[in-house]
């Protein structure tokens, strides 16, 4: 699991680049919002990497955005 708090968006995409299987990236980051541009920015990263039409990147990052709040106000420990 890769701690985010001193990371950019740029870093995750080396991090996630170097793991190997797309699927066996994990990242986690505390609970705030603070966090939420750097998770935001790194799956736009992935997505002009892979060639994602615009329209649905837009899409996609809101629902990003979305799973990130929801993470933050039911699924933290805190």
Aim: no cysteine; charged share 20%.
């Amino acid at each position: 699991m890769i701690d985010i708090t001193n990371r950019s968006s740029s870093d995750l995409l080396d991090l996630y680049d170097q793991s190997g299987a797309p699927g066996s990236f994990e990242f986690a980051f505390p609970v705030n919002y603070q966090y939420s541009k750097v998770i935001r920015d790194f799956v736009a990263l992935i997505f002009d990497r892979y060639g994602l039409m615009p329209p649905w990147k837009s899409r996609f990052i809101l629902i990003i955005d979305e799973l990130v709040n929801n993470s933050i106000a039911y699924g933290s420990i805190e």
